[in-house]
């Protein structure tokens, strides 16, 4: 579960970058239509810090 984590907290960051700067060009609903949105890099932002918590409560195995 933690590899899980891991993987999604890089995705979240990277989805909030791509949100914050308007980079990316090709979904609206999630904030990538090339404008910058900054509650959806937020929103983004607070899911990475949230799967870091999640990694760090996970049991270790």
């Known amino acids: 579960m933690k590899v ?3 993987v999604l ?3 979240f960051v990277v989805a909030a970058v791509l949100a914050f700067t308007g980079a990316a060009h090709f979904s609206h609903l ?3 239509d090339g404008q910058r949105h900054v509650k959806h890099g937020i929103v983004y932002a607070v899911l990475a810090v949230l799967s870091l918590l999640w990694m760090r409560m996970a049991p270790a195995r």
């Open 30 to 32: 999630l904030g990538f």
């Open 4 to 6: 899980l984590a891991i």
């Open 9 to 11: 907290f890089v995705v």
